[in-house]
């Protein structure tokens, strides 16, 4: 068994309000253990989510704590009221202003341009392990550039020169729009970005009290396609992460000899994944 999802405990609504619209599949080529992304399956386990036939369902508890997520009106959980335009006049809009080649990545990968950043997978670089190459470290983005014709550019009269907004360009004289209050800040979800790394410990019948560490969707490992990830202390965890996230440079830290540190005893299974 495990915990119910607390009450004062944040969620991506975002995954119950796509529940709530049939919009959840199960999708076992993409998702090979569990048929849906590990965020459905923690609201699953935490009893917001429940299986269907077709799809991950709203449950009760599920229900009321969308409800209430919509109430708030709050922007980091993706489930506010609709207030955006219809459909067909947005479809009006792609198919007759956007450029030919907009249209051509809507129709072949819609993610990009119907998603919040904090929806997408970890950028390219920390998912290869480098980390220190990622510019999604939270800094401010532009929100477009203005065209001035089909794939031209508007530039700003000279001198006028600023830097660019990845800041791997150096200046330019491009025109960037930037929304005016809070700049809008695009921030990776690999856990490099944030103070606590994903470090783990198990609890259930593999390996009790054993260490392994998990960033960008997969189980970090000391060997390229092995299961070489098991740390009998935390501190030989953390060695492991801060190695990773250096973007596994040089030799991976051993594992010290020694017994495990101890953990709880718990009772559900654990099942540890490599992706």
């Known amino acids: 068994m495990h915990d119910p999802w607390h009450a004062d ?38 009893g917001l989510l429940t299986d269907h036939p077709d799809g991950p369902r709203l449950t009760d508890t ?4 969308l409800a209430a997520e919509r109430a708030r009106d709050n922007p980091d ?26 249209l051509r990545n809507y129709q072949h ?20 392990g480098r980390h220190g190459e990622c510019r999604h470290d939270g800094r401010p983005i532009r929100e477009t550039v203005i065209q001035a ?27 960037w729009v930037w929304l005016a209050g809070p700049p809008c800040r695009e921030l990776c979800r690999c856990a490099c970005h944030h103070e606590k790394p994903l470090i783990q410990q198990a609890r259930g019948e593999t390996r009790p009290g054993w260490w392994w560490v998990n960033c960008c969707g997969r189980i970090v490992t000391r060997r390229a396609l092995s ?9 030989d965890a ?23 540190d101890l953990a709880p005893t718990r009772t559900e299974r654990e099942q540890l994944a490599f992706f």
């Open 238 to 260: 953390q060695a492991l992460a801060d190695w990773h996230i250096a973007s596994e440079k040089g030799p991976a830290p051993a594992d010290s000899p020694g017994l495990p």
């Open 227 to 235: 299961d070489d990830a098991w740390c009998r202390t935390a501190a």
């Open 62 to 65: 599920g229900r009321a704590r």
């Open 9 to 46: 405990k944040p969620v991506n609504a975002r995954w119950l309000d796509l529940a709530d619209q049939g919009l959840l599949d199960y999708d076992r080529d993409r998702y090979r253990i569990h048929g849906v992304p590990n965020n459905v399956v923690e609201l699953i386990w935490g």
């Open 149 to 175: 014709g089909p794939n031209r550019h508007a530039h700003h009269c000279e001198p006028h020169q600023h830097a660019s907004p990845d800041l791997r360009s150096g200046v330019n004289d491009l025109a």
């Open 109 to 128: 990968i819609p993610g990009p341009f119907t998603d919040c950043a904090c929806h997408r997978p970890p950028s390219v670089e920390c998912q290869a």
């Open 77 to 102: 959980t993706g489930a506010r009221e609709s207030d955006a335009m219809p459909p067909q006049a947005a479809a009006w809009v792609r198919e007759n202003v956007w450029p030919a080649s907009w």
